[in-house]
């Protein structure tokens, strides 16, 4: 069942919050995340798309602190706070917080679920307002906005937590991320660098049973056997030169959580020794210990190569591979996905004027068929650093127009497409056109598969001995 909303309570443990999260979660429907400490908060944040954020003023006054802060990092995000009965606080403390509503204790489930719902109702109608008053917004110069009005709005986005996306590609991707997190198995996640994978972890670790537990991350990459088996496994004091002092290990520290490894293919033959045996055994051995423990965890692992490839060419083990890949996620590049871009773009756009607290009016039509046509190596990641320089560059209540665009982007060519759906119809016959596509589908498959022979097959509802002969018939090959 989709959640209504996600609520995320920080407040220190206790039957008062347990029973608001019961009310908000049973009788609401809500996604309710809890954290007993500011930091704890912060890295909820970090991974889940929240909605409201009920928090208790504490102890010298941290929960205001975490809301004024709050207002800036996520500014689309409710802010509620609780307050003890005889507390005094005045305006002028509250102000920068921007609090949506201040309770005081002793607190009410049932009432603080009508302030939720209310409050989760003003901000769907107001957003509602902005689409449609940026629909029939008139620019000021229309010579300068080229012609806004003639591109229509980027359809409505969809979201899986902090991944924002149009496009059926993501959005079946999405869809077997959501039931691979609902398991126990371990998930593999391949793509370029900057699509996203990370968010997709942490997406998945969020709609996970662990979620109330932690998700630590590691990238693998560049790090010594001994560095990244301390970091892991932990180690004891005096294991090695450095080590002043024992070290629990991320393994350890997120027992009944998640631990999410990046670049997973970085890793030496040696250690891939290591985490096949934590993945079989559970097993935890610090170094310089003798002792053995046991630790519960769910690994999420990414890579921006393909582990088969690697696999095949002896740089990465057979079963550690299989081990790994319970689930196997590709995430597609961002020029596979244009659809996605305006969307992206919007998003982006509204994200970085609010953190900067400057009032961007939207975006103009050729910017985004520039973007559009650009084919962005470097992913989302590059399309986000480019419009926040953008938002940077514009003057507050304006449009982000392509005076402010990077150079490489404004000489991108227009994106062609053709009636075969995007592939280039080549030869004279019908047979050489018929064999031109063919040959373009079936390398475009099988790229996109990353030459997983067996799915690509599936995808073009051939037997793999059909395939086979597809790719012998055509000269294909993996470089190409």
Sequence with gaps: MRELGTVLIVGRSGPEWAAIAETLSDEYDYRVLTA???????????????????????????????????????????????????????????????????????????????????????????????????????????????????????????????????????????????????????????????????????????????????????????????????????????????AVSDRLGLFRAADRGTVFLDEISEVSPSFQVSLLRFLQEGEVKPLGSDKIVTSDVRILAASNRSLRALVAAGGFRQDLYFRLRGFELEVPPLQDRPDDIPALAEFFAAKHSDAIGRKILGISAAVLEKLVSYDFPGNVRELENEIRRMVSLTEEGEYLTTKHMSPAILAAPPRRLSSAGGYAVQGTTLKEKVESLEKQVVNEVLSRHRWNQSRAANELGLSRVGLANKIKRYSLDETG
């Design 36 to 242: 007993d400490a500011v930091d704890s908060a912060l890295t909820a944040l970090s991974g889940a798309h929240v909605d409201i954020a009920l928090v208790e003023y504490g102890s010298e006054g941290k929960g205001l602190k975490f809301l004024v802060d709050l207002r800036i990092s996520h500014p689309d995000v409710l802010r509620i706070l609780a307050l003890d009965a005889k507390a005094e606080l005045g305006q002028r403390e509250m102000a920068p917080a921007g609090i949506y509503q201040l309770i005081r204790k002793p607190l009410d489930a049932k009432q603080i679920g009508l302030m939720v719902e209310r409050g989760l109702e003003s901000r769907e109608l107001a957003r509602r307002h902005r689409l449609l008053t940026r629909e029939f917004k008139i620019p000021a110069d229309p010579a300068n906005i080229h012609a806004r009005h003639s591109l229509p709005l980027p359809p409505e986005s969809r979201r899986f937590e902090k991944l924002v996306y149009v496009s059926e590609k993501l959005h079946d991707l999405c869809e077997v991320a959501r039931k691979a997190a609902k398991t126990e198995l371990p998930i593999l996640i391949q793509g370029a660098t900057g699509t996203g994978k990370e968010l997709l972890a942490r997406a998945i670790h969020y709609h996970s049973s662990r979620r109330d537990s932690p998700l630590l991350v590691q990238n693998c990459g560049g790090m010594s056997d001994e560095l990244l088996q301390s970091e892991l496994f932990g180690h004891k004091r005096g294991a090695f030169t450095g």
